[in-house]
């Protein structure tokens, strides 16, 4: 099994769009982030954790955003990185491969092993975005202009000839 453990606000202040979001409401690009790392996760069929830093809450929170993709909020005092790094020391026999987004350098070099690759939040970015335009290209089709160009009388008309077309076929 496979894990992505995704620094947040590492991801976020390295995409213009999350980034200009960001300015005009945290809440919005956090969950612009979430839904293309869910996007990700659900391509791939692995597991996910996007940990943002959240020194004003009380206590640290979960949410599960999807079976695949959880939330962490850290909590005052905690940060994502240390969130990352106790995961990995106490769930890291648990994963094949254990996927850590940061830009964090020291981090990324404390949690060097043979099954833990670090991830540059650019190069992860470039991946939430292939995702991302490969399910709008696949799993979207429009209804074609001229079908909306038609008189419901035409439409009617041309659903009549398809329906006795596919009659005299079967």
Do not use: W
Request: glycine content about 4%.
């Amino acid at each position: 099994m496979k894990i992505v453990l995704v620094d947040g606000y590492n991801v976020i202040y390295q995409s213009p769009s999350l980034k200009l979001l960001l300015s005009q409401s945290v809440s919005r690009a956090q969950s612009e982030l979430v839904e293309m790392v869910c996007t990700y996760c659900s391509l791939k069929g692995v597991e996910g954790y996007v940990v943002f830093d959240a020194y004003r809450r009380p206590t640290s929170e979960k949410k599960a955003i999807s079976p695949l993709v959880k939330v962490i909020y850290t909590g005052e005092g905690k940060t994502a990185d240390s969130f990352i790094e106790n995961f990995i020391a106490r769930n890291k026999s648990r994963y094949e491969l254990i996927y850590v987004i940061t830009s964090d350098y020291s981090q990324a070099m404390t949690v060097l092993d043979k099954h833990i690759l670090p991830v540059s939040p650019k190069n992860f970015l470039k991946e939430l975005n292939y995702s991302r335009k490969y399910v709008k290209e696949k799993f979207t089709s429009p209804v074609p202009f001229t079908y909306y160009l038609l008189s419901s009388e035409d439409r009617k008309k041309i659903e009549e000839k398809l329906k006795k077309s596919r009659e005299n076929k079967g």
